[in-house]
């Protein structure tokens, strides 16, 4: 049975998507800091990390952790978790040991939102969000590459980045934590725009006080050097829990 009778309850409600990457310690840090979220939204393993939980996404059947070894370190874990869950974990088959588990509403989802493009789990929980009319998206731990190794590279970041672009059109305000690669958000503000990077003076974009998208020159930051925007939306030098906004 698929849970669809609550789409309602989350319209316009700001959610935090949470996932195994490194970035996640900037949602911990966002918690430290009484920065707040109407719902917390789960990824995989984080069910065993984070302390309150809201709903959990969870793609692979039960079956991948409850009877095979394939999940590997996390293995144990799930085992233990999964059964305890209190919270909605959707997937894409119901597992009579799982008793919070729900069915992932495919059906509706594909069929609202015109699309069927999703090759990794955090993909699902974010159209879920634009199926749903959350308000406001904020995304940590979805990270896919790193600047310490850039020979190393997890798939599904375009299906994600794809995902994360069609909130932003529907008028979805959407932030991405400030050390994530996600929509190269941990790149520096001089280097985000391609050709324009190597000028002398590069144009950059960031956000104004109003929310707006101003696109001006470096050296036409009417800030302090060493409080110029480091980030698309905020500088995160000033404020480093909060994530950028697109």
Same mark, same amino acid.
């Given at each position: ?8 309850? $989350? ?11 490194? *970035?996640? &310690? ?10 707040? !979220?109407?719902?917390?939204?789960? /990824?995989?393993?984080? &069910?065993?990390? $984070? ?6 996404? &969870?793609?692979?059947?039960? *079956? ?17 978790? $999964? @059964?305890?869950?209190?919270?909605? /974990? ?8 799982? @008793? ?11 069929? *609202? ?14 159209? !879920? ?7 406001? $998206? *904020?995304? !940590? ?36 934590? @400030? ?24 144009? &950059? ?9 101003? =696109? ?6 009417? =800030?302090?050097?060493?409080? +110029? ?6 500088? +995160? ?10």
């Amino acid at each position: 049975m698929r849970d669809v009778h609550f789409i309602k309850e $989350l319209e316009g409600k700001n959610i935090a998507v949470v996932a195994m990457g490194l *970035s996640q &310690i900037d949602f911990h840090l966002s918690q430290a800091h009484s920065i707040f !979220f109407d719902e917390v939204w789960a /990824i995989n393993a984080m &069910i065993g990390i $984070l302390p309150d939980i809201d709903r959990a996404f &969870i793609l692979d059947p039960m *079956s991948r952790f409850l009877d095979t070894e394939d999940a590997g370190g996390m293995t144990k874990m799930m085992r233990e978790k $999964l @059964p305890q869950s209190y919270f909605p /974990i959707y997937t894409c088959e119901l597992d009579g040991r799982v @008793p919070s588990a729900v069915e992932y509403p495919l059906e509706e989802v594909v069929s *609202s939102l015109g699309c069927s493009y999703f090759n990794n789990t955090v993909a699902y929980a974010i159209a !879920f969000a634009l199926f749903a009319k959350v308000g406001k $998206l *904020s995304v !940590f731990g979805v990270d896919f590459t790193y600047k310490s190794n850039m020979h190393f590279a997890e798939s599904g970041r375009s299906c994600v980045e794809f995902w994360i672009s069609k909130c932003i059109d529907s008028g979805m305000s959407v932030s991405i934590a @400030p050390r994530s690669s996600l929509m190269d958000t941990d790149i520096d503000i001089k280097e985000k725009l391609y050709g324009y990077h190597r000028l002398d003076d590069p144009k &950059i974009t960031y956000q104004d006080c109003d929310g707006s998208i101003k =696109v001006c020159k470096w050296s036409e930051v009417e =800030v302090e050097e060493e409080q +110029k925007p480091v980030g698309i939306i905020n500088r +995160k030098d000033l404020t480093p829990v909060e994530p950028s906004n697109y």
